[in-house]
T-cell receptor
Framework: GAGVSQTPSNKVTEKGKYVELRCDPI?????LYWYRQSLGQGPEFLIY????????DSGLPNDRFFAVRPEGSVSTLKIQRTERGDSAVYLC?????????????FGPGTRLTVT | AQSVTQLDSQVPVFEEAPVELRCNYS??????LFWYVQYPNQGLQLLLK??????LVKGINGFEAEFNKSQTSFHLRKPSVHISDTAEYFC??????????FGTGTKLQVIP
């Protein structure tokens, strides 16, 4: 079946602009996660959703970052007033349901470059 | 709080030689441990996971890892590597609410 998809695969934007990154989870997966992977680092947790609600947003670095999942499927990560330090690969993952033992399936990521 | 340490940023190894990628973790609660592989320009793929039970875990592509609670380690091993194993490997730990913390990764370079 189809895996997690993310669009766009690459996004180049100017400092100060607004961007939206989209994630389509695996059909039927109720839990969705966003991570950020900076160059030379491992993925860093940002936020996760169970259904439509954000169950844990403690990883969002500041109030310029916001994510939504209005219908419990597709999610959008929104970044306002982008800064050069926001440049990274943004990864999305989904799992069948919330729970300790469920495997997370990752998408290929969106590479964001802020110039 | 939980954390993961991967001391080796790069590991070169000759084809058909054995390899061990080291991972140490810290956590104040029960842990679930994972190894993921990331091939160039691709997403993360789960290699194996430890949830409970046997401390020796076998995964895909001939990899295995051993959970050692006393040493807080979860080292990844393969007895004979192939060129296709060249990739970056991430160790990760998860706690009760499935917030996953990743290490900084180890790049495995298999030399022909």
């Amino acid at each position: 079946g189809a895996g997690v998809s993310q669009t766009p695969s690459n996004k180049v934007t100017e400092k100060g602009k607004y961007v939206e990154l989209r994630c389509d989870p695996i059909s039927g997966h109720t839990a969705l996660y966003w991570y950020r992977q900076s160059l030379g680092q491992g993925p860093e947790f940002l936020i996760y959703f169970q259904g439509t609600g954000a169950a844990d947003d403690s990883g969002l670095p500041n109030d310029r970052f916001f994510a939504v999942r209005p219908e419990g499927s597709v999610s959008t990560l929104k970044i306002q007033r982008t800064e050069r330090g926001d440049s990274a690969v943004y990864l999305c993952a989904s799992s069948r349901r919330m729970g300790d033992r469920n495997e997370q399936y990752f998408g290929p990521g969106t590479r964001l470059t802020v110039t | 709080a939980q954390s993961v340490t991967q001391l080796d940023s790069q590991v070169p190894v000759f084809e058909e030689a054995p390899v061990e990628l080291r991972c140490n973790y810290s956590s104040s609660v029960s842990v679930y441990l994972f190894w993921y592989v990331q091939y160039p320009n691709q997403g993360l793929q789960l290699l194996l996971k430890y949830l409970s039970g046997s401390t020796l875990v076998k995964g895909i592509n001939g990899f295995e890892a051993e959970f050692n609670k006393s040493q807080t380690s979860f080292h990844l091993r393969k007895p004979s590597v192939h060129i296709s194993d060249t990739a970056e490997y991430f160790c990760a730990v998860s706690g009760r609410y499935q917030k996953v913390t990743f290490g900084t990764g180890t790049k495995l370079q298999v030399i022909p």
